[in-house]
């Protein structure tokens, strides 16, 4: 059983910047991969972002690339939101596998899910 305990959302003007923490308690193996996924009001869960264990690999959603970066310190994920814009608004839930695989852009694919905080981009 693993826990995943996210923090760090809130309330942000367009352009501005926010970062995301979730640590990881529980049973966790040495694959273990952690990530982000969002859902905006009456929208599908959207995956964001992943990386590996040791932080060396990741992957990120068309929508966030080369504004979002996500890292790794043994048990705890980060997302570093910076540039953000209105459609960035959401719940964002840090989620978790047991390995790295082709298909971590399928939010179905991860086991283990956080309460999930809000963000919210505001002009």
């Known amino acids: 059983q693993v826990s995943l305990v996210e923090s760090g959302g809130g309330l942000v003007q367009t352009g501005g910047s926010l970062r995301l923490s979730c640590t990881a308690s529980?049973?966790?193996?040495?694959?273990?991969?952690m990530g982000w996924v969002r859902q905006a009001p009456g929208k599908e869960r959207e995956f964001v972002a992943a990386?590996?264990?040791?932080?060396?690999s990741t992957q990120y959603g068309n929508s966030v690339k080369g504004r979002f970066t996500v890292s790794r310190d043994k048990n705890t994920v980060y997302l570093e939101m910076n540039s953000l814009k209105s459609e960035d608004t959401a719940v964002y839930y840090c989620?978790?596998?047991?390995?790295?695989?082709?298909?971590?852009?399928?939010?179905?694919?991860?086991?283990?899910w956080g309460q999930g905080t809000q963000v919210t981009v505001s002009s």
């Open positions: 989620v978790g596998k047991g390995t790295w695989s082709i298909i971590n852009y399928l939010p179905n694919q991860y086991n283990d």
């Open positions: 529980g049973r966790t193996s040495s694959t273990y991969v």
């Open positions: 990386t590996t264990s040791t932080g060396r």
